[in-house]
């Protein structure tokens, strides 16, 4: 949190809160995981790691949490209740063992798919929404919701949209991103200054740069009864009543700083007693999202030193999310990653106690890269085995084990054609799914080498999702092609 700058400063290298505003050495607000070509990208040839094994070292100590300054955790209004486990069914969807969905149901173009615990599926494309009702023969799709509405483009609420994740029934969860700013910090009415904001001044307030807040960010839309979509909120509602509730995704631990601005990624909670919940990874950590309230942020990160002898927090951009088996938060940025076990209430998330949200790890792989150098992670999972991995969109497929909180190592996994990676998929019978740029959908089954996975059209995918709340479990597999779904693990 970002309260906790002071103790960053003195060396405390295992933190997890926000502190200084972000370094990104890289044009901001880019996706940096275009959509390629159909030609097969070079491949990146790399000996495999030699694993030495480190000595002993002495985990630094973690700062306790100082008194807060914020206000108690207080929810701005109701929450949703946690939903109970539903009864697994086949669901109304063909259970045929692979089915292509784009030639049977007519979808068109797609770059992003979700599914609502109703079994709506979920398009994404540009500014459009689409949805597919069972016994639809086709989306209906809806053009200019929310952020969408007055076109894309600088000086609109967004540059494009990102992602989509399903929500509760006829719910899902729209991203979108946008540049970033040169200072995360945003005056208020007041104008009072961080950080004591106890020096008001009412003319540092510039109503133009205020509306910073809005842009890129997520909104949270509703399937109408025709099958249309309607926005039913921009997500703006903070788990903690710190400054207004009206201003988008900022900080929830400080208003002033908006720095969560672009979505990257999205993963929904399938089961378990957080089921239902929403993580996004944005440019800056995750946030994480019950119905139509937030808290912003979590993120692992590492300290660059300055040469005044003080230290810039690092944290790079998260495009791997995944949800352990026990209910792990995974994550993946381009540098670091991080296993958070969540807090019990949304409150809580973005705190670094170690009672409230334990932390498991907050470290970088050394056989991959040092730690400043960038490893771009782009898939992390944790299989039934226990086994960790990651995907890299440069480096190729990694199984990770931990050795304490602040340190990891990685061995490659070899047998795949190519090191650029798009995405990963663990399913319930211990099979990891790997999608690649330029070589389709590959599959790990334990200890074996990786094996192409036939019946899916496309060399590029561009995400997985895995659904095991019905069985046979469906996998969507979102490619270049169109969508397919295998039934069955």
Same mark, same amino acid.
């Not at 069914?89 to 173009?109: M, Q």
């Not at 540059?159 to 700013?181: D, F, K, M």
């Not at 929830?252 to 089961?271: A, I, P």
């Given at each position: 949190?970002?309260?906790?700058?002071?103790?960053?400063?003195?060396?405390?290298?295992?933190?997890?809160?926000?502190?200084?505003?972000?370094?990104?050495?890289?044009?901001?607000?880019?996706?940096?995981?275009?959509?390629?070509?159909? $030609? /097969?990208? &070079?491949?990146?040839?790399? =000996?495999?790691?030699? @694993? #030495?094994?480190?000595? *002993?070292?002495?985990?630094? %100590? +973690?700062?306790?949490?100082?008194?807060?300054?914020?206000?108690?955790?207080? $929810? /701005?209004? &109701?929450?949703?209740?946690? =939903?109970?486990?539903? @009864? #697994?069914?086949?669901? *109304?969807?063909?259970?045929? %063992? +692979?089915?292509?969905?784009?030639?049977?149901?007519?979808?068109?173009?797609?770059?992003?798919?979700?599914?609502?615990?109703?079994?709506?599926?979920?398009?994404?494309?540009?500014?459009?929404?689409?949805?597919?009702?069972?016994?639809?023969?086709?989306?209906?799709?809806?053009?200019?919701?929310?952020?969408?509405?007055?076109?894309?483009?600088?000086?609109?609420?967004?540059?494009?949209?990102?992602?989509?994740?399903?929500?509760?029934?006829?719910?899902?969860?729209?991203?979108?991103?946008?540049?970033?700013?040169?200072?995360?910090?945003?005056?208020?009415?007041?104008?009072?200054?961080?950080?004591?904001?106890?020096?008001?001044?009412?003319?540092?307030?510039?109503?133009?740069?205020?509306?910073?807040?809005?842009?890129?960010?997520?909104?949270?839309?509703?399937?109408?009864?025709?099958?249309?979509?309607?926005?039913?909120?921009?997500?703006?509602?903070?788990?903690?009543?710190?400054?207004?509730?009206?201003?988008?995704?900022?900080?929830?631990?400080?208003?002033?700083?908006?720095?969560?601005?672009?979505?990257?990624?999205?993963?929904?909670?399938?089961?378990?007693?957080?089921?239902?919940?929403?993580?996004?990874?944005?440019?800056?950590?995750?946030?994480?999202?019950?119905?139509?309230?937030?808290?912003?942020?979590?993120?692992?990160?590492?300290?660059?030193?300055?040469?005044?002898?003080?230290?810039?927090?690092?944290?790079?951009?998260?495009?791997?999310?995944?949800?352990?088996?026990?209910?792990?938060?995974?994550?993946?940025?381009?540098?670091?990653?991080?296993?958070?076990?969540?807090?019990?209430?949304?409150?809580?998330?973005?705190?670094?106690?170690?009672?409230?949200?334990?932390?498991?790890?907050?470290?970088?792989?050394?056989?991959?890269?040092?730690?400043?150098?960038?490893?771009?992670?782009?898939?992390?999972?944790?299989?039934?085995?226990?086994?960790?991995?990651?995907?890299?969109?440069?480096?190729?497929?990694?199984?990770?084990?931990?050795?304490?909180?602040?340190?990891?190592?990685?061995?490659?996994?070899?047998?795949?054609?190519?090191?650029?990676?798009?995405?990963?998929?663990?399913?319930?019978?211990?099979?990891?799914?790997?999608?690649?740029?330029?070589?389709?959908?590959?599959?790990?089954?334990?200890?074996?080498?990786?094996?192409?996975?036939?019946?899916?059209?496309?060399?590029?995918?561009?995400?997985?999702?895995?659904?095991?709340?019905?069985?046979?479990?469906?996998?969507?597999?979102?490619?270049?092609?169109?969508?397919?779904?295998?039934?069955?693990?």
């Amino acid at each position: 949190m970002r309260r906790l700058l002071g103790a960053w400063a003195v060396g405390a290298m295992v933190a997890w809160g926000c502190g200084s505003t972000t370094e990104e050495p890289r044009n901001p607000g880019v996706d940096e995981n275009p959509t390629r070509t159909e $030609d /097969p990208p &070079p491949q990146v040839h790399q =000996p495999p790691p030699v @694993v #030495v094994a480190p000595p *002993p070292v002495t985990e630094p %100590p +973690v700062n306790p949490e100082p008194t807060p300054t914020d206000p108690a955790p207080t $929810d /701005p209004g &109701p929450t949703e209740p946690t =939903p109970t486990e539903p @009864v #697994v069914t086949a669901g *109304p969807w063909p259970d045929e %063992p +692979v089915v292509n969905y784009s030639s049977r149901y007519g979808l068109g173009n797609v770059r992003g798919v979700a599914v609502d615990d109703a079994y709506n599926i979920w398009l994404l494309d540009g500014d459009r929404i689409g949805v597919l009702r069972a016994g639809d023969t086709a989306p209906r799709w809806t053009s200019g919701v929310g952020q969408a509405g007055p076109g894309f483009g600088p000086d609109k609420l967004a540059l494009g949209s990102t992602v989509i994740c399903g929500g509760s029934a006829g719910r899902a969860y729209v991203g979108y991103h946008t540049y970033e700013l040169d200072s995360a910090f945003i005056y208020s009415p007041d104008g009072t200054n961080f950080p004591g904001y106890n020096d008001p001044d009412p003319t540092r307030f510039d109503p133009v740069r205020y509306q910073e807040y809005q842009k890129g960010d997520l909104d949270v839309v509703r399937l109408q009864a025709d099958g249309s979509v309607a926005l039913e909120t921009h997500l703006s509602r903070s788990a903690r009543s710190n400054g207004p509730q009206d201003i988008g995704i900022r900080n929830t631990n400080d208003h002033h700083f908006d720095e969560d601005r672009s979505v990257l990624s999205c993963t929904k909670v399938m089961r378990g007693k957080h089921r239902g919940q929403v993580y996004i990874g944005t440019n800056h950590g995750v946030t994480r999202i019950q119905g139509t309230v937030y808290n912003s942020h979590r993120h692992p990160v590492w300290f660059k030193p300055k040469p005044d002898g003080g230290v810039s927090q690092m944290a790079g951009y998260t495009y791997a999310l995944g949800i352990a088996p026990n209910g792990d938060v995974l994550i993946g940025n381009d540098w670091s990653i991080g296993v958070v076990t969540p807090s019990e209430l949304l409150a809580d998330w973005d705190r670094t106690s170690q009672t409230l949200n334990p932390e498991k790890l907050n470290s970088f792989l050394p056989e991959v890269n040092a730690e400043p150098e960038m490893d771009y992670w782009r898939g992390i999972q944790q299989t039934k085995d226990g086994h960790y991995y990651l995907a890299s969109k440069e480096y190729g497929l990694w199984r990770m084990t931990i050795a304490r909180r602040s340190e990891a190592h990685g061995a490659k996994v070899a047998g795949l054609p190519t090191d650029r990676l798009t995405s990963l998929a663990a399913t319930d019978d211990g099979t990891l799914f790997i999608g690649t740029e330029g070589f389709g959908l590959w599959r790990l089954d334990g200890q074996q080498a990786p094996v192409h996975v036939g019946g899916v059209d496309g060399t590029v995918v561009r995400q997985l999702l895995y659904d095991p709340t019905v069985k046979p479990a469906m996998l969507y597999v979102l490619t270049n092609a169109g969508l397919t779904v295998i039934r069955g693990h």
